[in-house]
């Protein structure tokens, strides 16, 4: 069961080409990761998948939909996290959690704020205005913002960054928690690697726009010889080769 | 359309003017402070000039009027640069919200934000001048709805060059409107106006609505055919405003301008 399917997209910005024909389909239920280096491509294509985002050609696909033409049809089904997108800050947690909570027509939305509060341990603050929590905080309101229509698909952009390692890793693994209970599908940017080699099943790895290497994270740790996907990602950034590559490459 | 996330994006305006009385002052205090300096000055031309002595009022209705376009124009405004001051249309844009909502909602809240706004004044104006705005009778109604209107269709305008120039042309919320002002012949009568100016003043819809108040206040009745005119014009203004809006968001998702907008 594929949940989204990108077949030959372009996105072009005059004559920058931001992403150029990448192609690649997402399985229902797992956790994918786009990886990349600065201006790799990655906000640019999850923009796409999102549907803010209009790309030059090509088709998308997400959960059965025409992501272009179609994308109130599957707005309600998924939902979306950036900490470099705020929610209001003047207004209380509970407030923001109820505004978005009409947007996504959340049935019983009382309830459903509650749930989450006492699920993300968010009751402490939760008559508090945003702007007055700390990153760790705001991080667990903007977490209960895009669960709370209980979405099919989460596309995240960089979930724990500027977190510390604490809160990352209770974050983390809420995420891996929210997925097995639901079987929701994960698209997340991130250029934390311990993040992506413990959480996602599947790696983009994208270089100036395009798709360069793909596949399980264990999989391209070991195509390249290296020991962690942080090395991996240098090994592409950099246009290095490990001796493995190197090797087969010889061989060839 | 869904009343609803119209109704959840209004509450979201809401909450922040109920928890800020400074905003709620702000509102009201130039209108008020508007009322109060026109009202000694037309106290004054009434002692020397006829024609503001012929119709009582005749200048602290205008300008009570003329704020209701101000701040209708100001509350869709605002409405959407609240938005792009907290960063939150990202959000906005990948809900299910969709730009009509977006527009149905700050239409909505500019109406609570003109009530907010120009009733203190309206209702100061009664016991300082003895004048009472409500005298006008049911055109009076008539009258708000089009000047309301006509501010709608501005804001749109501006929100659209905000969304698509970004912060660096918010001042425009505040001034662009009185470009208007000269020709909408808010305290004289349009033959006031250049032969050539007149043309461009029978053509914005508070011209006429001005004129139909002045009509009314000299005694000579309720003129339906300015009434109408206004209306026909309003509502082809308000749909031209809207188009501009949603062609400026599509072209926002060609550009990835709603992402990361903001300060």
Not at chain 1, 218 to 225: P, S
Not at chain 2, 125 to 153: C, R, T
Request: hydrophobic share 50%; proline share 5%.
């Amino acid at each position: 069961m594929t949940a989204i399917e990108v077949q030959s997209v372009t996105k072009s910005f005059g004559p920058v080409v931001a992403v150029d024909a990448i192609s690649f389909r997402i399985a229902k239920g797992s956790t994918t990761a786009l990886l990349g280096g600065n201006g790799a491509g990655k906000t640019t294509t999850l923009s796409m998948l999102l549907g803010l985002l209009i790309p030059t050609s090509g088709d998308i696909t997400v959960l059965g939909e025409d992501m272009v033409r179609h994308r109130y049809r599957v707005l309600p089904r998924l939902n979306f996290s950036s900490p470099y997108v705020d929610l209001p800050h003047r207004l209380t947690v509970r407030q923001n959690l109820t505004v978005f909570g009409h947007l996504y027509h959340v049935p019983r939305l009382k309830d459903r704020i509650a749930e989450l509060a006492e699920e993300l341990e968010l009751s402490e603050f939760i008559d508090r205005p945003l702007g007055k929590l700390s990153a760790g905080q705001k991080t667990r309101v903007a977490l209960a913002k895009a669960l709370l229509n209980a979405p099919d698909l989460l596309l995240l952009d960089e979930p724990t960054a500027s977190l510390d390692p604490d809160t990352a890793d209770w974050v983390r693994g809420y995420f891996q928690d929210y997925q097995a209970r639901t079987g929701a599908t994960i698209v997340l940017a991130s250029h934390n690697m311990t993040e992506v080699e413990r959480m996602c099943d599947c790696v983009l790895m994208m270089k100036r726009g395009s798709i360069v290497d793909q596949g399980a994270p264990r999989d391209l740790i070991a195509r390249y010889g290296r020991d962690t996907m942080e090395e991996v990602f240098l090994d592409i950034a950099r246009n290095r080769q490990s001796p493995e590559v190197k090797t087969s490459e010889t061989k060839s | 359309m869904s009343p609803r996330r119209i109704g959840g994006l209004c509450l979201r305006h809401l909450y922040i003017l109920k928890g800020s009385w400074p905003r709620l002052l702000e509102m009201a205090y130039w209108p008020t402070i508007n009322v109060v300096m026109w009202g000694f000055t037309s106290r004054f031309f009434a002692q020397h000039s006829s024609w503001v002595a012929d119709a009582g009022g005749i200048l602290i209705g205008a300008v009570l009027l003329w704020d209701v376009m101000f701040r209708g124009n100001l509350g869709v405004a605002l409405s959407f640069l609240e938005e792009m001051w907290s960063r939150n249309l990202g959000h906005l844009s990948v809900s299910p919200l969709r730009p009509m909502e977006l527009v149905a909602a700050m239409l909505c809240m500019s109406f609570v934000r003109t009530l907010i706004g120009v009733l203190p004044a309206t209702l100061i104006a009664i016991p300082l001048y003895h004048y009472s705005i409500f005298d006008l009778g049911l055109p009076l109604i008539a009258f708000w709805v089009n000047l309301m209107v006509s501010g709608w269709a501005m804001g749109l305008l501006v929100s659209s060059l905000v969304l698509r120039f970004g912060l660096g042309a918010e001042s425009l919320a505040w001034v662009l409107i009185f470009a208007v002002a000269p020709l909408a012949g808010i305290y004289y009568p349009i033959s006031t106006l250049p032969e050539i100016l007149q043309v461009v003043a029978w053509a914005l819809p508070p011209a006429h609505v001005f004129e139909g108040m002045r009509s009314i206040m000299l005694g000579h009745g309720l003129r339906t055919d300015l009434l109408v005119s206004a209306m026909a014009l309003n509502a082809a203004y308000l749909v031209l405003g809207s188009v501009v809006f949603l062609r400026v968001w599509q072209g926002a998702r060609i550009r990835g301008a709603l992402l990361n907008v903001g300060e």
